[in-house]
């Protein structure tokens, strides 16, 4: 698998903007569910998420100096986790909020380079990370799930959440799989990596 083709990196990008953006509902969700104890436990999320992405950026570091990640999708949620509860409070606001960040993609990132502030998507030349997604303009992607959930919300669209049914064997690992994602999350990539290395060795990759 190339996966440098246009193809996969589409495919990587879709993925991505949809897990982004789920989380962003996500939030809206949990704001219900929690209330004023939301802005508490997202603000533990990023803690955590923050801790785990620095042990990945030395864990790469150490194995791949030349690719560590540098600010990866872990490190992209554990500053949008801690800035996310601020952004709440606009509601209908983080709409232009999401408007001026694609402008800010548009016609500001193309002419800045920074060694130090890669983490806004200002880059330079030299700059590779093998995982890579910037708070900007990735926060806009959270913003809009956010948005999306309040419009839904104002129409009654996000009722369905409320509903209560007895559950299937497909909805229950759903379920499993979203209460422990984070996990999932963590072990996925250097299982990947192992098969990888295993098929590499034995002659099948």
């Known amino acids: 698998l190339n996966f440098s083709e246009i193809f996969w990196y589409i495919l990587g990008k879709i993925a991505a903007i949809g897990f982004i953006s789920i989380a962003g509902m996500s939030f809206f969700l949990a704001g219900q569910k929690y209330g004023k104890k939301v802005k508490e436990k997202y603000w533990k999320y990023s803690i955590v998420l923050a801790l785990l992405s620095g042990v990945i950026s030395l864990g790469t570091y150490i194995f791949f100096p030349e690719e560590y990640i540098r ?17 709440a409070r606009f509601r209908y606001w983080n709409i232009l909020f999401w408007c001026l960040i694609v402008i ?9 380079e920074s060694q130090y502030f890669y983490w806004l998507w200002f880059l330079y030349p030299w700059f590779f990370s093998a995982d890579y997604y910037p708070i900007f303009p990735y926060f806009w992607v959270l913003l809009l799930g956010y948005s999306s959930a309040l419009i839904l919300e104002r129409f009654h669209k996000l009722d369905i959440f409320q509903k209560k049914w007895e559950e299937n064997m497909l909805e229950k690992f759903l379920r499993i799989a979203g209460k422990n994602s984070l996990l999932i999350y963590l072990l996925h990539q250097p299982i990947i990596i192992a098969v990888l290395f295993l098929g590499i060795s034995v002659g099948i990759f």
């Open 71 to 87: 600010f990866g999708i872990l490190h992209f949620f554990a500053l949008s986790f801690f800035l996310l509860p601020f952004f």
């Open 104 to 112: 800010y993609g548009i016609f500001f990132i193309p002419v800045i």
